[in-house]
């Protein structure tokens, strides 16, 4: 056993600007990587340019990290880093401005291109990184992670390396404010699915539980009235809480089949992230459930509740797969599921007919 979350977090309200002065370690030029939008609206790159202000701290903004990274903008972000010679990277954004700095980190130090960005053994080295999240939901600012898409394939892969810890994540939950309520809740269901895969990874370990129960017990009690009065900070204090225990679950136990399953879902349907696990997440869990030695059982005595009631739960938050699998898809998509990564601590040996029948049950 063992717990290693490397990552200084400074967590609530003001952090930036209430710690800004730790910045100041990390060199005189920053490179900012942001979306389009997010960044400005939620009111963290505005805190973030006058922290750098104030401490005379040249920047470079890369604002082109599309949702789902695609791996062609980490070349081109990593080529614009070579040319401005920065000292650390500063990520702001949801996931995918996150994820995508990690993997612009490890190209530009590492010399690495598109083709060899997922090969551990090339990892040598990194740019300090600080990540700034604006959702509740992928935990990326305290997890090793990144994942990346490739336009040309269609296929959606993560990788990790410990290299890609953030030195330090300003987590502010008023950054949150601005998501509506299908990024609200689309990102606090991949949040769920982390702690979920908690469980059930087979990576799973009793000291992680702590974190896991209270994170789904947030989600639980706390999503609901977040979405029915977004600019409560107290609810969006909760929301971003279980989604940073789920990056710290994730970070050890990693994610699951179910994170893989929905992989395709999203580059072929187009269903965000979190949408991609939450329309497996009933069918997951009861495909898992024989093979969990009765864990699932104490999460449901902590929650005071049974399976069904949770079940009615997630039906009231409306996730739909509006769409129909298709024997193309299956035959097409498949074979990538199969080898992923997260297949090796995936609680259940998983064949292709499992696999097509998970699919299929979305039909239904
Ligand atoms: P995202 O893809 O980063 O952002 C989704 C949308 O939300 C974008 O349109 C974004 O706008 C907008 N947005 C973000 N924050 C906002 C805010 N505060 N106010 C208004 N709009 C906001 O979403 P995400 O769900 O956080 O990230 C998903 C990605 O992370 C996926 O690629 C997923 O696979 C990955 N992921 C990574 C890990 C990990 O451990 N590294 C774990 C799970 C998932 P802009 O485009 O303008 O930014
Ligand atoms: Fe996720």
């Not at 710690?19 to 490179?31: D, H, M, T, W, Y």
């Not at 999240?133 to 394939?153: C, D, K, M």
């Not at 939950?173 to 606090?188: E, G, L, Q, V, W």
Request: hydrophobic residues 40%; charged residues 20%; neutral net charge.
């Amino acid at each position: 056993m063992y717990f290693n979350i490397p990552v200084k977090i400074h967590f609530g309200k003001n952090s930036i600007k209430e710690n800004k002065k730790e910045l100041s370690s990390f060199g005189k030029k920053a490179f900012i990587v942001t979306g389009k939008h997010s960044a400005k609206k939620s009111g963290a790159l505005d805190d973030l340019l006058e922290a750098l202000n104030t401490l005379s701290i040249e920047f470079i903004l890369f604002n082109e990290i599309t949702e789902n990274p695609n791996i062609s903008s980490i070349e081109k972000g990593s080529l614009i880093l070579k040319q401005n010679n920065c000292d650390f990277i500063i990520a702001i954004g949801g996931g995918s401005p996150l994820d995508a700095a990690k993997a612009i980190s490890l190209m530009y130090a590492n010399n690495l291109n598109k083709n060899n960005i997922f090969d551990n053994s090339l990892h040598k080295s990194a740019l300090p990184l600080i990540a700034i999240p604006t959702t509740s939901g992928t935990g990326s600012e305290v997890t090793p992670y990144s994942v990346l898409t490739n336009n040309e394939t269609q296929i959606k892969a993560g990788f990790g390396s410990p290299l890609m810890f953030p030195k330090i994540s300003f987590i502010d939950p008023k950054y949150t404010i601005s998501a509506n309520k299908h990024i609200t809740r689309d990102t606090a269901v991949d949040a769920l699915s982390h702690l979920l895969e908690g469980i059930y990874s087979l990576n799973h370990a009793d000291f992680l539980q702590p974190l896991i129960f209270k994170g789904i017990e947030l989600i639980y009690n706390y999503l609901l009235p977040c979405l029915e009065e977004p600019d409560n900070y107290q609810f969006r204090e909760n929301l971003m809480l279980a989604s940073t225990y789920g990056g710290m679950v994730i970070a050890h136990s990693s994610t699951t089949l179910q994170h893989s399953i929905g992989y395709p879902l999203t580059t072929v349907y187009g269903l965000s992230h979190g949408m991609a696990n939450g329309v497996v997440m009933k069918n997951m869990m009861n495909f898992y459930e024989p093979h969990l030695d009765n864990r699932l059982n104490k999460l449901f005595e902590y929650l005071r509740i049974n399976k069904q009631d949770f079940f009615n739960w997630l039906d009231k938050l409306d996730l739909k797969f509006e769409h129909h699998i298709t024997e193309e898809f299956l035959t097409a998509r498949i074979p990538e599921v199969l080898n992923s990564r997260n297949m090796a601590i995936t609680p259940v040996k998983v064949n292709e007919e499992q696999l097509k029948k998970l699919y299929l049950q979305l039909n239904h």
